[in-house]
C-alpha cells in the first residue's frame, strides 16, 4: 500500500489437522490483518514441521550459559525469522484441557530467545537476574477450538497460552475462543466466531 513495509506474521497451526477449526479461525484472522494492511503471513503447521522435542537440558538458558540448542532441525530458522516478524498468531485445540504437545514443545524450543543475566551474590549464589527478549514487544493473538460447549473447559488452555505471551513479553491484541465445535471444519458455521476472528485480525493490523 503506497511503499508501507509488509507486515511479517506467523501463524503457527497446533492442531494436528489440517483445515481444522483451529486452522479456519486462523486463516480469518489473517483475513482480517489483510483487509487493513498487506501483511506476508508465514503458516507453520506444527506437527509436519521438523521440530524435534525439546530435551529439557536447559543449555540454552543463562544457567548453564546460554548456548545454542543442541538439537539439529528447522527450529533455528524460525527463531531467526520470528526476531524479523512483526506479530504471531498461535492456535490450539483443546487437549486433555491444555495446549497441543506441538504448541507446547513450540514454547519450550522458544527458550532461547529469552536472554537472561544472571545476578549473583560473592559466594557465586543465585541472587536474582534480569531477563530481555528478543521478540518483546511484538505482536500476538491466540487462538483456540473445543468439542465442548462448556467456555470452563478451556480455562486452563487459555491460562496457559495467556502465561506464555507474558513470559516473553509480547503484546496481546485478543484471543479467538470457540466451543461446540465436535467436527472438523464446524466453525465454518459459526458466523459470530468468524466475525470474531476477523475483527482481531483488523485490530492486529492496526
Known amino acids: 500500500m503506497n511503499g508501507v513495509p509488509l507486515m511479517k506474521i506467523m501463524s503457527f497451526v497446533g492442531s494436528p489437522r489440517k483445515g481444522s477449526n483451529v486452522d479456519i479461525l486462523m486463516d480469518t484472522v489473517i483475513k482480517g490483518v489483510k483487509s487493513k494492511t498487506e501483511a506476508d503471513c508465514e503458516k507453520i503447521y506444527l506437527y ?32 531467526n525469522r520470528m526476531v524479523e516478524a512483526d506479530a504471531f498468531i498461535f492456535g490450539s485445540p483443546n487437549h486433555v484441557h491444555s495446549i497441543s504437545s506441538a504448541l507446547t514443545n513450540l514454547f519450550c524450543r522458544m527458550q532461547p530467545l529469552i536472554k537472561m543475566n544472571v ?10 537476574a534480569d531477563s530481555t527478549c528478543l521478540i518483546s514487544g511484538k505482536k500476538a493473538v491466540m487462538v483456540a477450538s473445543q468439542g465442548d460447549f462448556s467456555l470452563s473447559a478451556s480455562a486452563l488452555l487459555l491460562r496457559v497460552l495467556d502465561s ?3 513470559d516473553f513479553k509480547l503484546k496481546k491484541i485478543g ?3 470457540s466451543t461446540g465445535n465436535l467436527e472438523k471444519a464446524q466453525v465454518l458455521g459459526k458466523e459470530a466466531d468468524l466475525t470474531w476472528a476477523f475483527e482481531i485480525g483488523v485490530r492486529l493490523a492496526r
Open 164 to 166: 506464555n505471551i507474558k
Open 119 to 128: 545476578l549473583r551474590d560473592e559466594s557465586g549464589n543465585i541472587i536474582g
Open 175 to 177: 484471543e479467538v475462543f
Open 48 to 79: 509436519d514441521s521438523d521440530i524435534k522435542d525439546c530435551t529439557g537440558c536447559m543449555l540454552c538458558t543463562a544457567l548453564k550459559g546460554g548456548k545454542d540448542c543442541p538439537l539439529r532441525d528447522d527450529m533455528a530458522e524460525i527463531l
